[in-house]
């Protein structure tokens, strides 16, 4: 079984809504598999093994030293993949998705309040608290090296293409089996995902 890059935790949400989150991420899994893409990502759950470090981690209220605890929490329970460089290890990477209301939601949106869906900090965590499948989909895109196409003063696209889910506020769309994200990310995202080996 190959070990997931990515994994997922849904903190106090129901369990409709984590069904839910489940279904979007497993559709992105999909989705980077195929053109324009075409890289494998393997999106887990976060092991119950590793709930207690994780969570321990979130409660710092520094998001650098929120996303560096998470980093090491995630070594330590699930360990690490290796990369093709020689003697290399990446990190698996989080997302955590969790309501609007929630405290860990507020401190994020404390320190960044243009952030109104989520945000992603140090490519290792990423925090989501909206409901869509866009924003979800959209920081989890972070965490595997895309970066944001608009402009920090207006919001508005940096990029050409017209849905590209990585513009401030995406358009939603009929994604019709392929990822809306413009050349650019995808190139990241592609060097981001070559690099696991296992």
């Given at each position: 079984m190959v070990k997931p890059f990515v994994y997922y935790y849904p903190?106090?949400?129901?369990?409709?809504?984590?069904?839910?989150?489940?279904?979007?991420?497993?559709?992105?899994?999909?989705?980077?598999?195929v053109p324009p893409v075409e890289r494998h990502c393997s999106i887990g759950r976060l092991p119950s093994s590793a709930e207690k470090g994780v969570l321990a981690a979130l409660q710092e209220t520094d998001l650098g030293i929120r996303a560096m605890k998470v980093a090491e929490a995630m070594s330590c329970e699930i360990?690490?993949?290796?990369?093709?460089?020689?003697?290399?290890?990446?990190?698996?990477?989080?997302?955590v998705r969790c309501p609007p209301n929630h405290p860990l939601a507020?401190?994020?949106?404390?320190?960044?309040?243009d952030a109104r869906w989520g945000l992603a900090s140090c490519k290792v965590l990423?925090?989501?608290?909206?409901?869509?499948?866009?924003?979800?989909?959209?920081?989890?895109?972070?965490?595997?090296?895309a970066k944001d196409c608009y402009s920090p003063q207006n919001s508005g696209p940096t990029c050409e293409h017209p849905q590209?889910?990585?513009?401030y506020e995406p358009k939603v769309c009929e994604v019709q089996g392929k990822l809306p994200i413009c050349p650019k990310n995808i190139e990241r995202i592609r060097r981001e995902l070559s690099q696991i080996t296992d």
């Open positions: 903190l106090d949400l129901a369990e409709p809504e984590q069904c839910q989150v489940q279904a979007y991420l497993k559709r992105l899994e999909r989705l980077l598999a360990g690490t993949l290796a990369t093709g460089e020689a003697n290399t290890r990446l990190i698996p990477r989080l997302v507020q401190t994020c949106l404390k320190v960044y309040p990423a925090v989501v608290y909206d409901e869509g499948e866009l924003a979800l989909w959209h920081e989890v895109l972070h965490l595997l090296g590209c889910i990585m513009q």
